[in-house]
């Protein structure tokens, strides 16, 4: 009998050295096999839970054949994953409408894109959710969470019934895939920090007085700052009275320079402030300011007393 013969039916695209393939031919272990030859389809890293779904493997069988394939060498050492390049890739519609064919992830995903978006997916839109999910590696349940999120803080942003852009969920992916949310509990705790901050920032603009406009983007990232860094509402007051005491009225750049002091020396609570500062500082009492601000003017001083109530009302 004639002996048969077997060659791929397309030109070969991949470049796997010779020593690479005799170690996995006599690995023993098909998983190492199916992975190793996964991870050559793309150019960045892809983590155990993505290559778990995508090879149909249970997730420990992925983590035993990634320790097999790097006791043999053939795993790259690097822990740190790249970073997401600056644009999505120009994905052929061709290959799209294949790829929609043969992963119902993604094809399921394209059906909730649109129930998100109220509308059909145009070719455009298309290219960048595929990009998403192909190019930036974010799972489809992910994807789905983040689309939500941003359709809820644009409608709370612009209004009601206003929805974004696909552009704007592309630049929302990107943040997402920079901070590494490519499990649904990570998504949750991104969005219930996120949240947080959000509700410490509306507070500390009310506590500042500022009831009659919205926060500029210089004024937001002052306090979103300040929040990152640790700081209580209280701690952040005694920084807006220090200001006022000194300049007569709210200079954002001064304020910042005395937080950015305060956090510099370790010192974040009023406690820690009065001990470390190296100056007497008054605690925020029920009707009364701190025995700095007794030199402010009448109009600021009456200000800061309203302020001062409020917060304990608060409490």
């Known amino acids: 009998m004639a002996k ?19 170690m996995l031919l006599q690995c023993g272990n098909d998983d190492c096999i199916r992975m190793y030859l996964y991870l050559t389809r793309w150019d960045k890293p892809r983590d155990d839970v993505r290559i778990s779904q995508d090879l149909h493997l249970p997730l420990k069988s992925v ?19 790249s970073a997401p390049a600056e644009e999505l890739p120009q994905y052929d519609a061709g290959y799209i409408a294949a790829r929609t ?18 509308r059909r997916l145009s070719t455009t839109e298309l290219q960048k959710l595929f990009g998403i999910y192909d190019d930036l590696g974010l799972p489809a349940e992910v ?12 409608a709370e942003k612009y209004g009601p019934g206003r929805i ?7 630049k929302e992916a990107y943040v997402w895939a920079r901070l590494e949310i490519f499990t649904l509990e990570q998504a949750e705790t991104h969005l219930t920090r996120r949240q947080e901050k959000k509700d410490k920032v509306l507070s500390l603009k009310r506590a500042l007085g500022i009831r009659d406009r919205e926060l500029s983007a210089t004024e937001k990232k002052y306090l979103e700052e300040w929040v990152d860094l640790g700081f209580s509402q209280e701690t952040i007051l005694l920084a807006y009275d220090r200001t006022v005491t000194q300049t007569g009225g709210l200079k954002w750049p001064y304020m910042n320079k005395i937080i950015a002091s305060w956090h510099q020396k370790g010192l974040h609570t009023p406690e820690e402030i009065a001990q ?19 030199d402010i003017p009448g109009g600021e001083k009456e200000r800061l007393m309203k302020i001062y109530e409020s917060i304990q009302k608060e409490r």
């Open 63 to 81: 983590q035993e054949a990634g320790r097999q394939l790097r006791r043999m060498g053939l795993l790259s050492d690097r822990t740190a994953p």
């Open 101 to 118: 064919r043969e992963d119902p992830r993604f094809r399921d995903l394209v059906q909730e894109a649109g129930q998100i978006l109220g």
């Open 164 to 170: 974004p852009t696909m552009r704007q969920m592309e």
């Open 4 to 22: 048969e013969e077997y060659i791929v039916s397309s030109p070969a695209c991949v470049s796997i050295p010779v020593s690479d393939v005799d």
């Open 276 to 294: 470390g500062d190296g100056r007497r500082t008054g605690s925020v009492r029920k009707g009364a300011l701190p025995s700095e601000s007794r």
């Open 143 to 154: 994807i789905v969470m983040m689309m939500n999120a941003c359709k809820e803080e644009w």
